[in-house]
C-alpha cells in the first residue's frame, strides 16, 4: 500500500508542477492549454482501456468488465451533478470580474472531484496481480495532471492573487489522489474477487471526465486540428510507457 500512496503522491504533486510555467507566463494561450488538454485526454484514454479495461477482462469475465464501466460512468456523473456550489470569495478575495472567480472554483472543484477515481485507479493497480501496472497508471495520471494544473492557473493568472498561491491552489487538487489510492488499495486487499470490477470502474470515470470535461474544453477555441493531433500523441505516448513498464 506504501508504493501505492507514494505513487498516488507524485502523481496528484504534478498538478502544481503544471502550474509553474504561470511564474514566468502572464498570459496562457488558448492553443497551448488545448494542445495540453487533449494530450492528456490522449494518455488517459489509452491508460483507461489498455492499463484498466485490458487487465480486468483478463481477470473477469465481460459482464463484470461491462457493468463496472457503466457503474464508474453513472456514478461520477451523478456525483459531479450535485456537488454543491462554494463561496468564491471565500477562496479567491475581492475579484474585478466575479465570473473569473466563481469559474476558477468551479474547474478547481471539478478536478479535484476528477482526481478522486484517478487516485483509485493507482490504488487497485498496485493492489492487482499485474506487475508494473500500478506504475505505469501513476506515470499516466501524472502526465495529465501537469496540462489539468495548467488548466487551474491559467483563469486565475488574470485576477491579483500571488503566483504562489495560484501554484499552491492547483497543487491542491491533486493531493486527494493519496486518499483515493489508499481506499482502493484497500477494496482490493479485502478481496480479490473485485478486482475486475474495481480496474473497470476506474475506467468507466475516468472516460467520463475525459469524454465529458476534457475533449470538450480541448476543442472550443478553434485548435480542434492540433488537439486532435494532440490526443493521438497522448495515445502513442501511453502506448510507449506500457512498453517500457509492462513489456
Not at 465481460?62 to 463496472?68: A, I, P, T
Not at 495529465?144 to 500571488?162: C, F, H, I, S, Y
Not at 504562489?164 to 489522489?177: D, F, R, S
Not at 480541448?218 to 510507457?241: K, N, P
Request: aromatic share 8%; proline share 4%; hydrophobic share 55%.
Amino acid at each position: 500500500m506504501g508504493e501505492a500512496v507514494l505513487a498516488s503522491l507524485l502523481a496528484g504533486l504534478a498538478t502544481g508542477v503544471g502550474a509553474l510555467p504561470i511564474l514566468f507566463l502572464r498570459k496562457v494561450s488558448h492553443k497551448l492549454r488545448d494542445s495540453l488538454l487533449a494530450f492528456a485526454a490522449g494518455v488517459m484514454v489509452a491508460a483507461s482501456c489498455f492499463n484498466l479495461i485490458v487487465p480486468a477482462l483478463n481477470e473477469g469475465t465481460v459482464l463484470e468488465v461491462c457493468l463496472g464501466i457503466i457503474a464508474g460512468t453513472i456514478v461520477l456523473g451523478i456525483f459531479e451533478r450535485y456537488t454543491p456550489d462554494m463561496d468564491y470569495e471565500k477562496y479567491f478575495g475581492n475579484l474585478e470580474d466575479e465570473d473569473v472567480g466563481r469559474r476558477a472554483v468551479l474547474l478547481i472543484t471539478a478536478i479535484t472531484l476528477h482526481n478522486i477515481p484517478e487516485g483509485l485507479a493507482v490504488g487497485v493497480g498496485f493492489a492487482s496481480n499485474a506487475p508494473g501496472m500500478g506504475v505505469a497508471l501513476a506515470i499516466a495520471i501524472a502526465v495529465q495532471n501537469a496540462p489539468e494544473g495548467l488548466v487551474v492557473a491559467a483563469p486565475l493568472v488574470d485576477t491579483d492573487m500571488p503566483s504562489w498561491k495560484i501554484i499552491w491552489l492547483a497543487t491542491l487538487t491533486g493531493l486527494v489522489e493519496p486518499i483515493a489510492a489508499i481506499f482502493g488499495s484497500l477494496l482490493v486487499r479485502l478481496t480479490e474477487a473485485i478486482i475486475p470490477f474495481a480496474l473497470s470502474f476506474s475506467a468507466g470515470a475516468m472516460l467520463y471526465v475525459v469524454f465529458k470535461e476534457m475533449i470538450p474544453e480541448s476543442h472550443g477555441h478553434g485548435y480542434e486540428d492540433i488537439a486532435t493531433y494532440s490526443f493521438v500523441l497522448g495515445v502513442v505516448f501511453m502506448l510507449a510507457i506500457n512498453y517500457v513498464f509492462l513489456v
